[in-house]
Every structure is written in structure tokens, then in C-alpha cells.
């Protein structure tokens, strides 16, 4: 979602983090950070992320790639959007609004084909 989080495998080009952070901090904050904690895991990475923002200071798991079934994003983005006011796609932030704030449930097979789709952008295919 942003260039500093690291490479996709994507034509679309990635905005910087630094360009999304907000004035002042979304009035429902918290309600958008717990949504995003609680979207279905697609990709558990055992790894210690770098913090774009405090260069030095680590983030356990922050690579890990979560979903809604709509939008992907990493596990450290509820990090920056609770303690830097790192704002969201318009599109995004509507879409979390209009479900109230609540990841849809999705089956299995749903996972398994966004988890493809997440490891194809990620890593451009089997590992």
C-alpha cells in the first residue's frame, strides 16, 4: 500500500507513506485501527519490519498480510494509522465505514485465493 512498506508486484505505482499522513487524527480512529487488527490473516510473516518513521525501532510481524475480502494490507498499517495518523484510501475508509466497522466473514477457498493473490504480489509467485 505504501512504497516504504516494501515492493509489490503491482503496475500501479505506491504513494509514500510520509504523503499520507493526516493534520489531525481521523475522529474514528480507533474504530478503522480495530477493523484493520481484525481482518482475516492471509500471510503470517515471522519477521522484524522496519518502522518507516523512527528509523532503528522495529516492528514484530509487520509484514504479515491481512484482508477484508476486499482490501489487503499489512498488519503494521493499524500501527501507523493509530500512533502516526497515517490515513487510508478514500475508498478504503468508506468501505470500512459502510460495513460499521465490521470484517466481513469469508470461506476458506475465498482466503486460500486471496492468499494466492497476496503471495503473487508479494513475492511474485511460489517462494
Known amino acids: 500500500m505504501f512504497v516504504e512498506l516494501g515492493p509489490i508486484r503491482s503496475d500501479e505505482p505506491q504513494p ?8 489531525e487524527e481521523l475522529p474514528d480512529a480507533a474504530r478503522v485501527v480495530a477493523y484493520l487488527r481484525a481482518g482475516h ?5 515471522m519477521d522484524i519490519a522496519d518502522d518507516p518513521f523512527e ?12 484482508t477484508d475480502g476486499d482490501w489487503m ?11 502516526r495518523r497515517v490515513g487510508l484510501p478514500p475508498e478504503f475508509l468508506a468501505l470500512i465505514r459502510e460495513r460499521d466497522y465490521r470484517v466481513p466473514e469469508r470461506d476458506e477457498p ?6 494466492k493473490q497476496a503471495e503473487e504480489l508479494m513475492f511474485g509467485g511460489g517462494r
Request: proline residues 2%; positive net charge; charged residues 20%.
Open 16 to 23: 509514500s507513506i510520509f504523503d499520507s499522513v493526516l493534520d
Open 55 to 66: 528509523p532503528g525501532r522495529q516492528i514484530m510481524n509487520g509484514s504479515s498480510v491481512q
Open 41 to 45: 490473516l492471509l500471510i503470517g510473516a
Open 110 to 115: 475465498t482466503l486460500i485465493a486471496y492468499a
Open 73 to 83: 494490507w499489512r498488519k503494521d498499517l493499524a500501527r501507523f494509522v493509530q500512533r
